[in-house]
Protein backbone atom coordinates (compact mmCIF):
# COMPACT_ATOMS: atom_id res chain seq x y z
CA UNK A 1 0.00 0.00 0.00
CA UNK A 2 1.67 3.55 -1.06
CA UNK A 3 1.90 5.68 1.23
CA UNK A 4 0.66 9.70 1.10
CA UNK A 5 3.25 12.23 0.44
CA UNK A 6 4.21 14.26 3.91
CA UNK A 7 5.90 17.53 3.99
CA UNK A 8 10.10 17.44 3.53
CA UNK A 9 9.82 14.10 1.44
CA UNK A 10 11.89 13.63 -1.44
CA UNK A 11 9.98 12.79 -4.27
CA UNK A 12 11.25 11.28 -8.06
CA UNK A 13 8.69 13.21 -10.09
CA UNK A 14 8.22 13.16 -14.06
CA UNK A 15 7.01 16.71 -14.80
CA UNK A 16 4.09 16.68 -17.49
CA UNK A 17 2.50 20.18 -18.06
CA UNK A 18 3.21 23.70 -17.02
CA UNK A 19 -0.03 25.41 -14.62
CA UNK A 20 -1.66 28.82 -15.16
CA UNK A 21 1.20 30.52 -12.38
CA UNK A 22 4.18 29.40 -14.05
CA UNK A 23 4.61 26.22 -12.31
CA UNK A 24 5.56 22.81 -13.75
CA UNK A 25 2.74 19.95 -12.66
CA UNK A 26 3.15 16.56 -11.82
CA UNK A 27 1.34 13.95 -10.24
CA UNK A 28 2.13 11.20 -7.52
CA UNK A 29 -0.31 8.51 -6.82
CA UNK A 30 -3.11 11.07 -9.01
CA UNK A 31 -2.31 13.77 -6.60
CA UNK A 32 -0.93 16.85 -8.40
CA UNK A 33 2.58 18.05 -7.60
CA UNK A 34 2.87 21.95 -8.07
CA UNK A 35 6.85 22.29 -8.70
CA UNK A 36 8.34 25.71 -8.31
CA UNK A 37 10.09 26.19 -11.90
CA UNK A 38 9.75 22.98 -12.94
CA UNK A 39 9.06 22.50 -16.87
CA UNK A 40 7.42 20.35 -18.93
CA UNK A 41 9.41 17.13 -19.72
CA UNK A 42 12.16 17.01 -17.19
CA UNK A 43 12.84 14.63 -13.87
CA UNK A 44 13.17 15.81 -10.68
CA UNK A 45 13.91 14.76 -7.25
CA UNK A 46 11.44 17.27 -5.79
CA UNK A 47 11.71 18.35 -1.85
CA UNK A 48 7.67 18.49 -0.87
CA UNK A 49 7.12 21.54 1.17
CA UNK A 50 3.13 22.24 1.27
CA UNK A 51 0.55 19.27 1.28
CA UNK A 52 -3.61 19.42 0.73
CA UNK A 53 -6.18 16.99 -0.02
CA UNK A 54 -6.26 17.45 -3.64
CA UNK A 55 -2.56 19.19 -4.04
CA UNK A 56 0.73 19.32 -3.16
CA UNK A 57 3.88 21.90 -3.62
CA UNK A 58 7.97 21.30 -3.66
CA UNK A 59 10.75 22.31 -4.98
CA UNK A 60 13.47 20.93 -7.33
CA UNK A 61 16.20 19.26 -5.07
CA UNK A 62 17.93 17.54 -7.91
CA UNK A 63 17.48 17.86 -11.38
CA UNK A 64 17.69 14.24 -13.26
CA UNK A 65 16.43 14.99 -16.87
CA UNK A 66 16.38 18.78 -17.32
CA UNK A 67 14.51 20.41 -20.77
CA UNK A 68 16.18 21.47 -23.78
CA UNK A 69 14.55 24.43 -23.45
CA UNK A 70 15.75 25.30 -20.30
CA UNK A 71 17.53 28.44 -20.12
CA UNK A 72 19.33 31.15 -17.69
CA UNK A 73 17.09 34.08 -16.63
CA UNK A 74 18.84 37.34 -17.71
CA UNK A 75 17.71 39.06 -14.94
CA UNK A 76 19.41 39.07 -11.61
CA UNK A 77 16.31 39.17 -9.04
CA UNK A 78 14.23 36.63 -10.73
CA UNK A 79 14.87 33.75 -8.69
CA UNK A 80 13.42 36.51 -5.75
CA UNK A 81 11.08 38.74 -7.55
CA UNK A 82 7.89 37.95 -8.11
CA UNK A 83 7.30 39.81 -11.34
CA UNK A 84 7.80 37.29 -14.15
CA UNK A 85 7.50 33.58 -14.14
CA UNK A 86 9.29 32.09 -16.95
CA UNK A 87 12.60 33.23 -17.88
CA UNK A 88 14.19 29.95 -16.95
CA UNK A 89 11.91 28.50 -20.31
CA UNK A 90 12.78 29.19 -23.73
CA UNK A 91 10.98 32.34 -25.40
CA UNK A 92 9.68 30.49 -28.44
CA UNK A 93 8.64 27.18 -26.23
CA UNK A 94 7.24 29.27 -24.20
CA UNK A 95 5.27 30.61 -27.05
CA UNK A 96 3.61 26.71 -28.06
CA UNK A 97 3.15 26.23 -24.32
CA UNK A 98 0.84 29.33 -23.76
CA UNK A 99 -1.01 27.56 -26.51
CA UNK A 100 -1.79 24.60 -24.94
CA UNK A 101 -2.52 26.08 -21.79
CA UNK A 102 -5.62 27.05 -23.53
CA UNK A 103 -5.91 23.53 -25.06
CA UNK A 104 -6.07 21.79 -21.88
CA UNK A 105 -8.37 23.99 -20.57
CA UNK A 106 -10.41 23.44 -23.11
CA UNK A 107 -9.93 19.64 -23.17
CA UNK A 108 -11.19 20.31 -19.11
CA UNK A 109 -14.49 22.11 -19.44
CA UNK A 110 -15.38 22.13 -23.32
CA UNK A 111 -14.76 18.33 -24.01
CA UNK A 112 -15.94 17.83 -27.93
CA UNK A 113 -14.12 20.59 -29.78
CA UNK A 114 -11.45 20.70 -33.10
CA UNK A 115 -8.18 21.55 -31.71
CA UNK A 116 -7.47 22.92 -35.19
CA UNK A 117 -9.46 26.21 -34.25
CA UNK A 118 -6.92 26.99 -31.80
CA UNK A 119 -4.29 29.06 -33.62
CA UNK A 120 -0.56 29.75 -32.90
CA UNK A 121 -0.02 31.85 -30.05
CA UNK A 122 0.79 35.63 -31.46
CA UNK A 123 4.21 36.70 -29.71
CA UNK A 124 7.02 39.33 -30.45
CA UNK A 125 10.03 39.69 -31.71
CA UNK A 126 11.74 41.31 -29.09
CA UNK A 127 9.89 40.39 -25.65
CA UNK A 128 12.38 42.68 -23.60
CA UNK A 129 10.83 45.97 -22.32
CA UNK A 130 7.37 46.03 -23.15
CA UNK A 131 5.59 47.16 -20.17
CA UNK A 132 4.67 50.76 -20.83
CA UNK A 133 3.24 51.22 -17.06
CA UNK A 134 4.60 50.54 -13.65
CA UNK A 135 3.11 50.48 -10.10
CA UNK A 136 5.48 49.88 -7.47
CA UNK A 137 6.40 50.25 -4.01
CA UNK A 138 9.25 52.19 -2.99
CA UNK A 139 10.98 52.18 0.73
CA UNK A 140 13.51 53.60 2.34
CA UNK A 141 16.30 51.29 2.82
CA UNK A 142 20.00 51.96 4.60
CA UNK A 143 19.09 55.71 3.84
CA UNK A 144 18.80 55.54 0.29
CA UNK A 145 15.14 55.42 -1.26
CA UNK A 146 14.77 52.66 -3.61
CA UNK A 147 12.07 50.97 -5.83
CA UNK A 148 11.15 47.25 -6.32
CA UNK A 149 8.87 44.24 -6.57
CA UNK A 150 7.54 41.82 -3.74
CA UNK A 151 9.12 38.73 -3.38
CA UNK A 152 6.78 35.83 -4.32
CA UNK A 153 4.01 34.75 -2.53
CA UNK A 154 4.91 37.30 -0.02
CA UNK A 155 5.66 40.64 1.21
CA UNK A 156 8.91 40.91 1.11
CA UNK A 157 10.38 43.94 -1.25
CA UNK A 158 13.26 43.31 -3.19
CA UNK A 159 15.02 46.23 -4.57
CA UNK A 160 15.37 46.68 -8.08
CA UNK A 161 17.77 48.98 -9.89
CA UNK A 162 16.52 48.01 -13.36
CA UNK A 163 13.76 45.79 -14.92
CA UNK A 164 14.40 44.04 -18.37
CA UNK A 165 10.18 43.71 -19.00
CA UNK A 166 9.87 48.03 -17.99
CA UNK A 167 10.03 49.96 -21.13
CA UNK A 168 13.46 51.72 -20.60
CA UNK A 169 11.66 55.20 -20.58
CA UNK A 170 9.96 53.90 -17.73
CA UNK A 171 13.25 52.80 -15.91
CA UNK A 172 14.88 56.15 -16.67
CA UNK A 173 11.69 58.32 -15.15
CA UNK A 174 11.88 55.87 -11.89
CA UNK A 175 15.45 55.86 -11.54
CA UNK A 176 14.92 60.29 -12.05
CA UNK A 177 12.27 59.91 -9.16
CA UNK A 178 14.45 58.12 -6.49
CA UNK A 179 17.75 60.46 -6.93
CA UNK A 180 15.24 63.28 -6.47
CA UNK A 181 13.27 61.95 -3.54
CA UNK A 182 16.52 61.39 -2.01
CA UNK A 183 17.34 65.14 -2.68
CA UNK A 184 14.24 66.48 -1.39
CA UNK A 185 14.15 64.16 1.60
CA UNK A 186 10.57 62.63 0.59
CA UNK A 187 11.34 59.66 2.10
CA UNK A 188 9.79 56.23 0.72
CA UNK A 189 8.08 54.34 3.60
CA UNK A 190 9.77 52.16 6.41
CA UNK A 191 7.38 49.86 7.34
CA UNK A 192 9.62 48.52 10.37
CA UNK A 193 9.46 52.10 11.65
CA UNK A 194 6.50 52.67 9.98
CA UNK A 195 8.27 56.02 9.10
CA UNK A 196 8.46 57.44 5.39
CA UNK A 197 5.59 59.98 3.28
CA UNK A 198 5.65 57.94 -0.39
CA UNK A 199 4.77 54.33 -0.56
CA UNK A 200 4.38 53.52 -4.27
CA UNK A 201 5.37 54.65 -7.73
CA UNK A 202 3.08 54.74 -10.94
CA UNK A 203 4.76 55.49 -14.19
CA UNK A 204 2.88 55.22 -17.38
CA UNK A 205 3.58 56.55 -20.67
CA UNK A 206 2.57 56.17 -24.40
CA UNK A 207 4.86 54.36 -26.33
CA UNK A 208 3.81 56.02 -29.62
CA UNK A 209 3.22 59.25 -28.51
CA UNK A 210 5.87 59.48 -26.38
CA UNK A 211 3.49 61.42 -23.22
CA UNK A 212 4.41 60.48 -19.08
CA UNK A 213 1.90 60.31 -16.74
CA UNK A 214 3.35 59.94 -13.08
CA UNK A 215 1.47 58.69 -9.71
CA UNK A 216 3.01 59.14 -6.24
CA UNK A 217 1.07 57.12 -3.40
CA UNK A 218 1.31 58.77 -0.07
CA UNK A 219 0.01 57.47 3.50
CA UNK A 220 -0.78 60.81 4.65
CA UNK A 221 -2.59 63.94 3.32
CA UNK A 222 0.92 65.88 3.69
CA UNK A 223 1.63 68.09 -0.43
CA UNK A 224 4.71 66.87 -2.00
CA UNK A 225 7.17 69.38 -2.40
CA UNK A 226 6.31 71.45 -5.25
CA UNK A 227 10.59 72.04 -5.85
CA UNK A 228 10.46 68.25 -6.24
CA UNK A 229 7.61 68.14 -8.69
CA UNK A 230 9.28 71.10 -10.94
CA UNK A 231 12.85 69.33 -10.82
CA UNK A 232 11.37 66.44 -11.91
CA UNK A 233 9.38 67.62 -14.95
CA UNK A 234 12.30 69.51 -15.90
CA UNK A 235 14.39 66.73 -16.56
CA UNK A 236 11.05 65.22 -18.29
CA UNK A 237 9.60 67.63 -20.46
CA UNK A 238 7.32 64.74 -21.31
CA UNK A 239 5.70 63.64 -18.68
CA UNK A 240 1.98 65.76 -18.62
CA UNK A 241 0.52 64.60 -15.60
CA UNK A 242 1.36 63.94 -11.81
CA UNK A 243 -1.13 62.54 -9.45
CA UNK A 244 -0.92 62.25 -5.90
CA UNK A 245 -2.96 59.03 -4.53
CA UNK A 246 -3.37 59.37 -0.87
CA UNK A 247 -4.01 56.24 0.75
CA UNK A 248 -4.12 56.61 4.60
CA UNK A 249 -4.57 52.97 6.14
CA UNK A 250 -5.24 51.41 2.95
CA UNK A 251 -8.81 53.36 3.42
CA UNK A 252 -10.49 54.91 0.38
CA UNK A 253 -8.39 56.62 -1.57
CA UNK A 254 -8.32 60.06 -3.30
CA UNK A 255 -7.03 60.91 -6.07
CA UNK A 256 -5.76 64.32 -6.94
CA UNK A 257 -4.51 66.08 -9.88
CA UNK A 258 -1.31 68.08 -9.13
CA UNK A 259 0.29 69.01 -12.02
CA UNK A 260 -0.62 69.05 -16.14
CA UNK A 261 -3.97 67.37 -17.82
CA UNK A 262 -6.12 64.55 -16.82
CA UNK A 263 -5.00 62.36 -19.32
CA UNK A 264 -2.50 61.11 -21.48
CA UNK A 265 -3.27 60.20 -25.41
CA UNK A 266 -1.71 57.09 -27.10
CA UNK A 267 -2.40 55.89 -30.53
CA UNK A 268 -3.20 52.88 -31.69
CA UNK A 269 -3.97 51.93 -35.34
CA UNK A 270 -5.18 55.39 -36.02
CA UNK A 271 -7.34 55.47 -33.03
CA UNK A 272 -6.65 57.65 -29.95
CA UNK A 273 -7.36 56.58 -26.54
CA UNK A 274 -7.44 59.04 -23.60
CA UNK A 275 -5.92 57.53 -20.67
CA UNK A 276 -7.10 58.78 -17.26
CA UNK A 277 -4.91 57.59 -13.98
CA UNK A 278 -7.13 54.79 -12.89
CA UNK A 279 -8.43 53.72 -16.64
CA UNK A 280 -7.47 50.13 -17.79
CA UNK A 281 -5.47 49.70 -21.15
CA UNK A 282 -3.06 47.27 -22.31
CA UNK A 283 0.27 47.17 -20.81
CA UNK A 284 1.99 46.04 -23.73
CA UNK A 285 1.31 48.47 -26.74
CA UNK A 286 3.11 46.80 -29.56
CA UNK A 287 0.96 43.34 -28.57
CA UNK A 288 -2.31 45.74 -28.16
CA UNK A 289 -1.99 46.93 -31.55
CA UNK A 290 -2.16 43.06 -32.58
CA UNK A 291 -4.89 42.25 -30.65
CA UNK A 292 -7.27 45.25 -31.59
CA UNK A 293 -6.15 44.46 -34.95
CA UNK A 294 -7.64 41.51 -34.93
CA UNK A 295 -10.63 42.18 -33.21
CA UNK A 296 -11.27 45.27 -35.79
CA UNK A 297 -10.71 42.33 -38.35
CA UNK A 298 -13.06 40.36 -36.70
CA UNK A 299 -15.81 43.40 -36.73
CA UNK A 300 -15.27 44.25 -40.01
CA UNK A 301 -15.18 40.41 -41.20
CA UNK A 302 -19.12 40.33 -39.71
CA UNK A 303 -20.96 42.41 -41.56
CA UNK A 304 -22.92 43.66 -38.54
CA UNK A 305 -25.70 46.30 -38.43
CA UNK A 306 -25.80 47.07 -35.13
CA UNK A 307 -23.36 46.13 -32.27
CA UNK A 308 -23.40 45.89 -28.20
CA UNK A 309 -20.63 46.84 -26.48
CA UNK A 310 -20.24 44.32 -23.55
CA UNK A 311 -17.97 46.57 -22.10
CA UNK A 312 -20.37 49.33 -21.04
CA UNK A 313 -17.84 51.99 -22.84
CA UNK A 314 -14.58 50.73 -20.54
CA UNK A 315 -12.79 48.67 -23.24
CA UNK A 316 -10.52 50.43 -25.56
CA UNK A 317 -12.24 48.36 -28.78
CA UNK A 318 -15.57 50.55 -27.89
CA UNK A 319 -13.41 53.42 -29.46
CA UNK A 320 -12.93 51.84 -32.76
CA UNK A 321 -17.47 50.90 -32.62
CA UNK A 322 -18.19 54.21 -31.69
CA UNK A 323 -16.38 55.91 -34.83
CA UNK A 324 -18.18 53.14 -37.33
CA UNK A 325 -21.60 55.28 -38.15
CA UNK A 326 -23.42 51.69 -36.69
CA UNK A 327 -25.63 51.85 -33.83
CA UNK A 328 -23.88 50.61 -30.39
CA UNK A 329 -25.57 49.67 -27.47
CA UNK A 330 -24.40 49.95 -23.94
CA UNK A 331 -26.76 47.97 -21.27
CA UNK A 332 -26.57 49.60 -17.61
CA UNK A 333 -28.62 49.82 -14.94
CA UNK A 334 -25.96 51.20 -12.70
CA UNK A 335 -26.36 55.22 -11.96
CA UNK A 336 -22.43 55.74 -11.97
CA UNK A 337 -21.97 54.04 -15.30
CA UNK A 338 -24.88 55.67 -16.74
CA UNK A 339 -23.18 59.37 -16.57
CA UNK A 340 -20.15 57.96 -17.92
CA UNK A 341 -21.87 56.44 -20.79
CA UNK A 342 -23.82 59.74 -21.24
CA UNK A 343 -20.50 61.49 -21.79
CA UNK A 344 -19.39 59.38 -24.22
CA UNK A 345 -22.47 60.06 -26.42
CA UNK A 346 -21.81 63.66 -26.13
CA UNK A 347 -18.53 62.68 -28.44
CA UNK A 348 -20.23 59.25 -30.13
CA UNK A 349 -23.66 60.03 -31.52
CA UNK A 350 -23.78 56.14 -32.33
CA UNK A 351 -23.74 54.65 -28.77
CA UNK A 352 -27.20 53.69 -27.45
CA UNK A 353 -27.73 53.34 -23.83
CA UNK A 354 -30.53 51.04 -22.82
CA UNK A 355 -31.47 50.06 -19.17
CA UNK A 356 -32.98 46.64 -21.02
CA UNK A 357 -32.32 43.93 -23.56
CA UNK A 358 -35.84 43.20 -24.67
CA UNK A 359 -37.00 43.17 -27.84
CA UNK A 360 -33.06 44.23 -28.43
CA UNK A 361 -32.06 42.34 -32.05
CA UNK A 362 -28.22 42.17 -32.26
CA UNK A 363 -26.04 41.10 -35.38
CA UNK A 364 -22.89 41.19 -32.85
CA UNK A 365 -22.22 41.31 -29.54
CA UNK A 366 -18.14 42.16 -28.33
CA UNK A 367 -16.97 41.50 -24.92
CA UNK A 368 -13.58 42.06 -23.58
CA UNK A 369 -14.38 40.88 -19.71
CA UNK A 370 -12.24 40.48 -16.31
CA UNK A 371 -10.37 37.51 -15.17
CA UNK A 372 -13.96 36.32 -13.89
CA UNK A 373 -15.11 35.83 -18.00
CA UNK A 374 -18.64 37.30 -18.93
CA UNK A 375 -21.04 38.04 -15.89
CA UNK A 376 -23.77 35.98 -15.54
CA UNK A 377 -26.67 38.67 -16.53
CA UNK A 378 -25.16 39.27 -19.95
CA UNK A 379 -24.74 34.93 -20.36
CA UNK A 380 -28.33 35.85 -20.00
CA UNK A 381 -28.96 38.04 -22.22
CA UNK A 382 -26.93 36.16 -25.13
CA UNK A 383 -29.09 33.13 -24.99
CA UNK A 384 -32.30 35.61 -24.97
CA UNK A 385 -31.16 37.99 -27.63
CA UNK A 386 -28.63 35.57 -29.90
CA UNK A 387 -26.50 37.56 -31.53
CA UNK A 388 -24.97 36.01 -35.11
CA UNK A 389 -21.71 36.38 -33.28
CA UNK A 390 -20.11 37.15 -30.59
CA UNK A 391 -16.10 38.45 -30.07
CA UNK A 392 -14.67 37.43 -26.79
CA UNK A 393 -11.87 38.63 -25.89
CA UNK A 394 -10.22 36.73 -22.85
CA UNK A 395 -7.38 37.10 -20.46
CA UNK A 396 -8.14 33.91 -18.27
CA UNK A 397 -8.27 30.59 -20.04
CA UNK A 398 -10.40 28.68 -17.59
CA UNK A 399 -13.33 31.12 -17.79
CA UNK A 400 -13.12 30.90 -20.95
CA UNK A 401 -13.26 27.59 -21.30
CA UNK A 402 -16.37 27.57 -19.31
CA UNK A 403 -17.97 29.70 -21.13
CA UNK A 404 -17.49 27.97 -24.41
CA UNK A 405 -18.90 24.97 -22.61
CA UNK A 406 -22.38 27.34 -21.53
CA UNK A 407 -22.49 28.78 -25.25
CA UNK A 408 -21.55 25.68 -27.35
CA UNK A 409 -24.99 24.49 -27.12
CA UNK A 410 -25.89 27.41 -29.55
CA UNK A 411 -22.83 28.71 -30.58
CA UNK A 412 -20.13 27.63 -32.87
CA UNK A 413 -16.93 27.85 -31.67
CA UNK A 414 -15.07 29.36 -35.03
CA UNK A 415 -11.33 29.95 -33.73
CA UNK A 416 -9.37 31.40 -30.98
CA UNK A 417 -6.24 33.16 -31.47
CA UNK A 418 -3.88 33.96 -28.40
CA UNK A 419 -1.72 36.32 -28.15
CA UNK A 420 1.54 36.81 -25.56
CA UNK A 421 0.49 40.12 -23.96
CA UNK A 422 3.06 39.55 -20.99
CA UNK A 423 6.12 37.54 -22.24
CA UNK A 424 8.05 35.66 -19.53
CA UNK A 425 4.64 35.12 -17.28
CA UNK A 426 2.67 32.11 -18.01
CA UNK A 427 -0.49 34.43 -18.40
CA UNK A 428 -2.09 34.31 -22.09
CA UNK A 429 -4.61 36.36 -24.06
CA UNK A 430 -6.79 35.28 -26.48
CA UNK A 431 -9.73 35.93 -28.74
CA UNK A 432 -12.33 34.19 -29.57
CA UNK A 433 -15.12 34.17 -32.46
CA UNK A 434 -18.30 32.12 -32.10
CA UNK A 435 -21.22 31.99 -34.67
CA UNK A 436 -24.76 31.13 -34.00
CA UNK A 437 -25.73 27.60 -35.23
CA UNK A 438 -28.03 27.12 -38.02
Same mark, same amino acid.
Given at each position: ?????????LI????????I?? *??I?Y??????F?E???P?E?V????T???D??A????H???????N?T?PF??V /?I????C???H?? /?D?M?????DI?I @??LD??? $??YD???I @?D?V??Q?P?????????PV?K???K?RF?MY?R??NV???IDN?S? !?????N????TII????????N??D?K?NE?F??NITV?ITE?L? +???VG?T?????K??????Y?L??????IV??? !?VI??SH?KQ #???L?Y???T???N???Q?? +?L????F????? +?QA *?????K %?QT???D?????????? @???S??G?YL /?Q? +? #?????????LI??E???D??? $??P????I????????????F??S?L????T? %?? %?????K?????????N???L??DLE?? $??? /???V?I????????T?L???????????
Amino acid at each position: MEQPIKVNDLINLKIKRMGING *EGIAYHQRLAVFIENGLPGEEVIALITEVHDNRAYGTIHEMIKESKNRTVPFCDV /YIDCGGCQTQHYD /YDAMLKQKKDIII @KALDRYV $KDYDKQII @KDTVGMQDPLHYRNKASLPVRKLYGKNRFGMYQRNSNVFIPIDNCSI !QHESVNIILKTIIKLMDQFNQNGFDPKTNEGFITNITVRITENLR +EAQVGFTTNTQQKLMDEMIYELIDHHPEIVSIY !QVIDISHQKQ #KTTLIYGKETITENINGQSY +ELGFDMFFQLNT +EQA *EKFYTK %MQTLIEDSEYQNVLDGN @KGLSPIGMYL /YQQ +E #KPVFILSNNLIEQEKIKDLQK $KYPTIHLIDSYERLKLDLMVFDPSRLGIPETD %MK %MIFKVKPKRIIYGSCNPSTLAKDLETL $KSL /YEIVEITPFDMFPYTSLVESITLLKLKG
